[in-house]
C-alpha cells in the first residue's frame, strides 16, 4: 500500500451487458480537490457511487488511508456527499436542514447546535440560517447542501454535478466559493462534472474519462497542453485536427491560440468568419497557400481584439498564419469529429 489517502484498484462495474466501468484505477492525496471530467454517460457519477458505497463494484477494491472499504455500507465510510439536485427538505429551515444529519448521528443537541452554526458560516449563510428553501437563491441552496455535508465533519467530500443547475454567473462566484471552503478545511474532494471550465478552474488533478474508461490523468496545465489522446485535446478547450481527412497516419492538432497571425511570412489564408468572444476575436480561415499541405483546410485562430483591430480582421481579409512547431500536437489514432 502506499500514502495515498484514496486508492481505487482495477475497479469495473456492470449492469447486466452493459459495462458502466472497466478497470478503473487512480489514487488521489490527503486534501487533494479531484475532477471526474468526461461526457455524459462516461461512467463518473456511477464511479462516485461506488466511491460512496451507493453502488457495488462488480470487480476490483477501494482503499481509504489503507483501509479495504469496498464492501462497506455508506453509513460506515464517513462521507459527505452534495448533488446537482439539493435536496434540501422544504418544510425545514436552513438551519434546521444542517441540524437534520447530525441528528440522526445521534449527537448531542448542543453539539448538534453548535456543529451546524459553524457549517453554515464556513459557507457565509448564517445571516440567513432561519429561511426555508423557498425564500433561498439556487446558490444559497447549494451552499446549504454544502453546510450540511460539512457538518458531519467528513473524512472525505463527494460532489456530483453542484454547480449545473446554476446559472453562469452564481456558477462562477460558488465554484471559487467551494474551492476556497475545500482549502482552509483540508478536505479530500471529489467532484464530477462535464464542464471543462470547472475542472481546470478548481481541481488540481483531473481525470479525464470516456466510454467507462480513464482516457487521461494528470494536473490541469498537464491535460490541456499535453493532451495524450484525440478525445482529451478535443474534449477540453478548443482544437484543430487540421489533417483529420487526409490519408496520413498521423494526425496534428493545434489549439486556435497558439497559431500565430501575420500580414505576411506564412500560410497565405483568408478569413470566413469572425466570432466576437470580448478580450479576444475567434476567426475560422481557409488555407489558400497553394504550395502547402494545409491547402484548403479551414483552420480556428484566436487573436486578441488588439491585434484584430490593428489589423482590421473582417470576413474576407488575407492574412498568413503560422504553427509554432513546439505548439503542434500529433497522434497516431484516426479523429471522428
Avoid at 229 to 251: E, Q, R, Y
Wanted: aromatic fraction near 6%.
Amino acid at each position: 500500500m502506499t500514502n495515498s489517502f484514496l486508492k481505487v484498484e482495477g475497479v469495473s462495474k456492470h449492469f447486466g451487458q452493459f459495462t458502466a466501468l472497466e478497470q478503473i484505477s487512480f489514487q488521489m492525496n490527503k486534501n487533494e480537490f479531484v475532477c471526474l471530467l468526461g461526457p455524459s454517460g462516461c461512467g463518473k457519477t456511477t464511479l462516485l457511487r461506488l466511491i460512496a458505497g451507493l453502488d457495488q463494484a462488480t470487480k476490483g477494491r477501494i482503499y481509504v488511508n489503507e483501509r479495504d472499504i469496498t464492501n462497506l455500507p455508506p453509513a460506515k465510510r464517513n462521507f459527505g456527499i452534495v448533488f446537482q439536485s439539493y435536496a434540501l427538505f422544504p418544510n425545514l429551515t436552513a438551519l434546521k436542514n444542517v441540524e437534520f444529519g447530525l441528528k440522526a448521528k445521534k449527537i448531542p443537541k448542543q453539539q448538534v447546535r453548535e456543529k451546524a452554526m459553524e457549517a453554515l458560516e464556513l459557507v457565509d449563510l448564517l445571516h440567513v440560517m432561519d429561511k426555508h428553501p423557498a425564500q433561498l437563491s439556487g446558490g444559497q441552496q447549494q451552499r446549504v447542501s454544502l453546510a450540511r455535508a460539512l457538518a458531519l465533519s467528513p473524512e472525505f467530500l463527494l460532489l456530483d454535478e453542484p454547480l449545473s443547475a446554476l446559472d453562469a454567473k452564481v456558477r462562477e462566484k460558488l465554484r471559487y466559493e467551494i474551492r476556497m471552503i475545500q482549502e482552509k478545511t483540508g478536505i479530500p474532494t471529489i467532484m464530477v462534472t462535464h464542464d471543462q471550465e470547472e475542472a481546470l478552474t478548481m481541481a488540481d488533478k483531473i481525470i479525464v474519462m470516456n466510454n467507462a474508461k480513464i482516457v487521461q490523468t494528470g494536473t490541469p496545465q498537464e491535460v490541456y497542453y499535453q493532451p495524450n489522446h484525440p478525445f482529451v485535446a478535443d474534449f477540453i478547450g478548443s482544437i484543430n485536427f487540421i489533417n483529420k481527412h487526409s490519408n496520413l497516419k498521423d494526425v496534428v492538432a493545434i489549439r486556435p491560440e497558439h497559431i500565430k497571425v501575420t500580414e505576411e511570412n506564412g500560410l497565405l489564408s483568408i478569413v470566413e468568419t469572425v466570432e466576437f468572444k470580448g478580450p479576444v476575436y475567434r476567426l475560422k480561415v481557409k488555407v489558400v497557400e497553394p504550395t502547402s499541405s494545409l491547402f484548403n483546410e479551414l483552420v480556428k485562430v484566436d487573436v486578441s481584439a488588439h491585434i484584430a483591430h490593428r489589423l482590421n480582421i473582417q470576413k474576407g481579409s488575407q492574412l498568413a498564419i503560422t504553427l509554432p512547431e513546439n505548439r503542434i500536437l500529433a497522434y497516431k489514432e484516426q479523429v471522428v469529429v
